[in-house]
């Protein structure tokens, strides 16, 4: 069953997905609304109760965060929280370091917390689940700011989920708990803002959701409709009020066994102790992902995509010369924040095309005269293709300077996904943000890591994980990841399908695609894989792959982009790779203090970045053509 969803000017601040208490994104169905939230305007900032994880702390991290600090604190701290003492660690050396560059000089304090049920032991075994490790970050509250960054640009903090499973040890100890700070809900569950009048004739599950709104687009259920049910109903249902360690160590396995490629028969049953994907007896093969020799044991689980993206940076610099990385191809913002924060920096190649390789060529070459004994850099971070720009950097050649001149080349994978793509051969590393379209329900999130074991710093790195990964997964989050994950490669079949037909119409009525009726055109570009950089992706496409979900689209006028934005009937707020459509004015969001400098390199302040759901696809081609006529029709009052 669908559910039309209303995206009217009402539905400002609600989690998107509607009524979901772990939602990954918000709702802001307006351009004014977007400038707003950039801007602070607090009509948009109080109506939030959702939000994406690194950017928004959840309402229950927010409430586990003001216990920890009245318990903690001391002169009104403010805390961050972590899930072990390694990750509590890096967040205070980031903290003291980048407080030390801005001339403040502070204190960093580190608490650790065991949140235990009544009548569990002070020490509890390892090999119960029963306690909650927290590990608190607790600084001076003007230094918040700054720590945020860590949050933010790592992904390393906990989950929501973790969050609640404290809040509901101390519930059951305690039934009064220190009074919430202004704006936090009393209740600790549900975070998600209660129905409107457009939602209270028809609650979830119900046919309609929309009652007069404008919207035409259904939203897709969840695969095998349990997976959208609310964490606690799944998990009292599945697994009882106690969640067994072996459920979560299935889903994980499961998860890596997934996404190795190895799965001769990938099931959409259970077990009787976690998914069949995951059990000991499971049939294995060699590897689908264009190098046999991977298994699961090469896939590295993490809580967010840019965790994996921060901890790949964090294994090069460990096991390699310390130099600068170069990052190739605009990427999503915090990618570049992690190069230019830790380390010595980096070389930073923001076209991605082919010139930029002509000058990564030359660079390496001047920094190897200067200094032959050690490698011009450390790696390469890119993404195939790029977000938002959709550009595909050359792989076979990055490749062959990686070889000739000995750095790691780590490509992020999230925009293609392994069913259109198969880019592992030509790189060391593969990030992946499972929070996206492997997920597909947006919520819950997760990242992963694999090794290429036929890559030249294979033994180097893999020596390193053996003594120094973490497993830092929540394993409810991980169990969510894995039920959503079971019929990813259908899915992505319907959503490239969609978004191929879209993107053909969108760039038939563009400057780019069309050149004989050039008056009154609204869409000046459609930045797609198959239009962006096309003999470069198909060197890595699949013979049944296709180019994605994502596509962004720049106008011949800021008001055109206004125009098509506001008119477009889908959900709109941050994130990508949805089972429902999901659009934004990415560069507002994403760059919205730095304009101009995204401008040079093509991303414009107008760009709006659409990623493309499983909804019927004459329904979603209606929704594009009303979008665009507005759009045109605004460009011919310009005019």
């Given at each position: 069953m669908?559910?039309?969803?209303?995206?009217?000017?009402?539905?400002?601040?609600?989690?998107?997905p509607?009524?979901?208490?772990?939602?990954?994104?918000?709702?802001?169905?307006?351009?004014?609304?977007?400038?707003?939230?950039?801007?602070?305007?607090?009509?948009?900032?109080?109506?939030?109760?959702?939000?994406?994880?690194?950017?928004?702390?959840?309402?229950?991290?927010?409430?586990?965060?003001?216990?920890?600090?009245?318990?903690?604190?001391?002169?009104?701290?403010?805390?961050?929280?972590?899930?072990?003492?390694?990750?509590?660690?890096?967040?205070?050396?980031?903290?003291?370091?980048?407080?030390?560059?801005?001339?403040?000089?502070?204190?960093?304090?580190?608490?650790?917390?065991?949140?235990?049920?009544?009548?569990?032991?002070?020490?509890?075994?390892?090999?119960?689940?029963?306690?909650?490790?927290?590990?608190?970050?607790?600084?001076?509250?003007?230094?918040?700011?700054?720590?945020?960054?860590?949050?933010?640009?790592?992904?390393?903090?906990?989950?929501?989920?973790?969050?609640?499973?404290?809040?509901?040890?101390?519930?059951?100890?305690?039934?009064?708990?220190?009074?919430?700070?202004?704006?936090?809900?009393?209740?600790?569950?549900s975070?998600?803002?209660?129905?409107?009048?457009?939602?209270?004739?028809?609650?979830?599950?119900?046919?309609?959701?929309?009652?007069?709104?404008?919207?035409?687009?259904?939203?897709?259920?969840?695969?095998?409709?349990?997976?959208?049910?609310?964490?606690d109903?799944?998990?009292?249902?599945?697994?009882?009020?106690?969640?067994?360690l072996?459920?979560?160590?299935?889903?994980?396995?499961?998860?890596?066994?997934?996404?190795?490629?190895?799965?001769?028969?990938?099931?959409?049953?259970?077990?009787?102790?976690?998914?069949?994907?995951?059990?000991?007896?499971?049939?294995?093969?060699?590897?689908?992902?264009?190098?046999?020799?991977?298994?699961?044991?090469?896939?590295?689980?993490?809580?967010?995509?840019?965790?994996?993206?921060?901890?790949?940076?964090?294994?090069?610099?460990?096991?390699?010369?310390?130099?600068?990385?170069?990052?190739?191809?605009?990427?999503?913002?915090?990618?570049?924040?992690?190069?230019?924060?830790?380390?010595?920096?980096?070389?930073?190649?923001?076209?991605?095309?082919?010139?930029?390789v002509?000058?990564?060529?030359?660079?390496?070459?001047?920094?190897?005269?200067?200094?032959?004994?050690?490698?011009?850099?450390?790696?390469?971070?890119?993404?195939?293709?790029?977000?938002?720009?959709?550009?595909?950097?050359?792989?076979?050649?990055?490749r062959?300077?990686?070889?000739?001149?000995?750095?790691?080349?780590?490509?992020?994978?999230?925009?293609?996904?392994?069913?259109?793509?198969?880019?592992?051969?030509?790189?060391?590393?593969v990030?992946?943000?499972?929070?996206?379209?492997?997920?597909?329900?947006?919520?819950?999130?997760?990242?992963?890591?694999?090794?290429?074991?036929?890559?030249?710093?294979y033994?180097?790195?893999?020596?390193?994980?053996?003594?120094?990964?973490?497993?830092?997964?929540?394993?409810?989050?991980?169990?969510?990841?894995?039920?959503?994950?079971?019929?990813?490669?259908?899915?992505?079949?319907?959503?490239?399908?969609?978004?191929?037909?879209i993107?053909?119409?969108?760039?038939?009525?563009?400057?780019?695609?069309?050149?004989?009726?050039?008056?009154?055109?609204?869409?000046?570009?459609?930045?797609?894989p198959?239009?962006?950089?096309?003999?470069?992706?198909?060197?890595?496409?699949?013979?049944?792959?296709?180019?994605?979900?994502?596509?962004?689209?720049?106008?011949?006028s800021?008001?055109?982009?206004?125009?098509?934005?506001?008119?477009?009937?889908?959900?709109?707020?941050?994130?990508?790779?949805?089972?429902?459509?999901?659009?934004?004015p990415?560069?507002?969001?994403?760059?919205?203090?730095?304009?101009?400098?995204?401008?040079?390199?093509?991303v414009?302040?107008?760009?709006?970045?659409?990623?493309?759901?499983?909804?019927?696809?004459?329904?979603?081609?209606?929704?594009?053509?009303?979008?665009l006529?507005?759009?045109?029709?605004?460009?011919?009052?310009?005019?």
């Amino acid at each position: 069953m669908t559910a039309v969803v209303a995206t009217g000017h009402d539905t400002l601040g609600h989690a998107v997905p509607p009524f979901t208490p772990h939602a990954i994104s918000v709702s802001l169905p307006t351009w004014r609304d977007n400038v707003g939230y950039e801007e602070g305007e607090k009509r948009v900032v109080e109506s939030m109760v959702s939000g994406y994880p690194r950017f928004f702390i959840h309402l229950s991290i927010q409430k586990l965060a003001s216990i920890c600090e009245q318990k903690f604190g001391i002169n009104n701290e403010k805390c961050l929280l972590c899930p072990s003492k390694r990750v509590a660690d890096h967040c205070r050396e980031f903290v003291l370091a980048r407080t030390a560059l801005s001339g403040i000089f502070t204190h960093v304090r580190l608490a650790r917390y065991m949140v235990c049920p009544e009548n569990t032991p002070s020490q509890p075994s390892s090999s119960t689940n029963d306690c909650a490790e927290l590990h608190i970050i607790l600084f001076p509250a003007d230094v918040f700011p700054i720590a945020k960054q860590f949050w933010q640009h790592t992904g390393m903090g906990i989950s929501s989920r973790f969050a609640e499973r404290c809040l509901a040890i101390l519930d059951s100890q305690q039934p009064t708990l220190p009074a919430s700070p202004p704006r936090l809900q009393t209740s600790w569950r549900s975070p998600y803002k209660a129905p409107n009048k457009h939602y209270s004739k028809h609650m979830p599950g119900s046919p309609s959701l929309g009652g007069e709104s404008r919207s035409s687009l259904s939203l897709p259920p969840c695969p095998r409709e349990v997976l959208c049910k609310d964490q606690d109903t799944y998990i009292e249902e599945r697994y009882g009020r106690n969640l067994p360690l072996s459920a979560g160590a299935y889903a994980k396995r499961a998860l890596r066994r997934r996404i190795a490629g190895v799965l001769v028969h990938d099931t959409m049953d259970d077990g009787p102790h976690g998914p069949s994907a995951g059990a000991l007896d499971a049939e294995l093969g060699p590897s689908s992902r264009g190098v046999k020799d991977v298994t699961e044991n090469d896939v590295y689980l993490f809580p967010t995509g840019m965790a994996a993206i921060w901890n790949a940076h964090q294994f090069a610099l460990a096991v390699r010369p310390v130099a600068k990385s170069v990052c190739f191809g605009f990427p999503y913002t915090d990618t570049l924040k992690i190069l230019q924060k830790w380390g010595p920096g980096c070389h930073f190649f923001g076209h991605g095309q082919e010139s930029d390789v002509d000058a990564l060529e030359s660079l390496l070459e001047q920094i190897s005269s200067e200094n032959p004994s050690t490698p011009p850099i450390l790696a390469v971070f890119t993404e195939f293709p790029s977000n938002p720009l959709l550009r595909s950097p050359d792989l076979p050649r990055l490749r062959s300077l990686a070889d000739k001149y000995d750095f790691v080349i780590v490509v992020d994978d999230t925009i293609g996904n392994f069913v259109n793509i198969e880019v592992l051969p030509y790189a060391d590393v593969v990030v992946s943000s499972l929070s996206k379209i492997f997920s597909g329900c947006a919520n819950t999130m997760g990242g992963s890591l694999v090794l290429n074991p036929q890559g030249r710093h294979y033994a180097a790195l893999k020596q390193h994980l053996s003594t120094n990964y973490e497993d830092v997964y929540f394993n409810e989050d991980a169990l969510f990841m894995e039920r959503n994950s079971r019929d990813f490669t259908r899915r992505v079949r319907v959503i490239d399908t969609n978004t191929e037909a879209i993107c053909d119409f969108l760039r038939s009525r563009s400057l780019s695609g069309n050149t004989t009726h050039l008056e009154g055109i609204a869409i000046k570009e459609v930045y797609y894989p198959k239009f962006s950089c096309p003999s470069n992706y198909v060197k890595c496409q699949l013979p049944e792959g296709g180019y994605g979900g994502l596509f962004s689209l720049t106008f011949t006028s800021l008001g055109a982009s206004r125009a098509f934005f506001d008119a477009l009937s889908c959900l709109k707020g941050p994130s990508l790779g949805t089972n429902f459509t999901l659009a934004c004015p990415y560069t507002i969001l994403a760059h919205y203090n730095e304009l101009e400098w995204a401008a040079e390199y093509g991303v414009e302040e107008g760009l709006v970045r659409i990623s493309v759901g499983m909804e019927e696809k004459e329904v979603l081609m209606r929704c594009f053509e009303v979008a665009l006529k507005a759009a045109e029709a605004a460009t011919v009052v310009v005019n």
